[in-house]
């Protein structure tokens, strides 16, 4: 079993940067790869980002390409989404994710990240 709890969402100006966290439970974490989904209001939840386990490889939605970056710090169970130049069509709930064959399986409560023009 994996919980997850992500913090780190708010309210910033387009342009801006947010650092989103997540903290998981959990001794085999490291065992698991790991992703960013979001969700906005009247949409389906889609991929973000995601990262595999080892930090070996990323993936991004081309949505966020080149603005958003998706670490791993196993040592402290935590995996970070770092999302600079937002812009308003970022604004959503995002959810951290683990997953043992992709990246997702178990999923945190969500962080509101909303972006204003």
């Known amino acids: 079993q994996v919980q997850l709890v992500e913090s780190g969402g708010g309210l910033v100006q387009a342009g801006g940067s947010l650092r989103l966290s997540c903290a998981t439970s959990g001794r085999t974490f490291s065992a698991y790869n790991t992703g960013w989904f979001r969700q906005a209001p009247g949409k389906s939840r889609e991929f973000v980002a995601g990262?595999?386990?080892?930090?070996?490889?990323?993936d991004y939605a081309d949505s966020v390409k080149g603005r958003f970056t998706i670490s791993r710090d196993d040592a402290n169970n935590t995996v970070y989404l770092q999302m600079n130049s937002l812009k308003p069509e970022d604004t959503a709930v995002y959810y951290c994710s683990a997953g043992g064959q992709g990246y997702f399986g178990y999923w945190g409560q969500g962080t509101q990240v909303t972006v204003s023009s």
């Open positions: 990262i595999r386990r080892g930090g070996t490889s990323t």
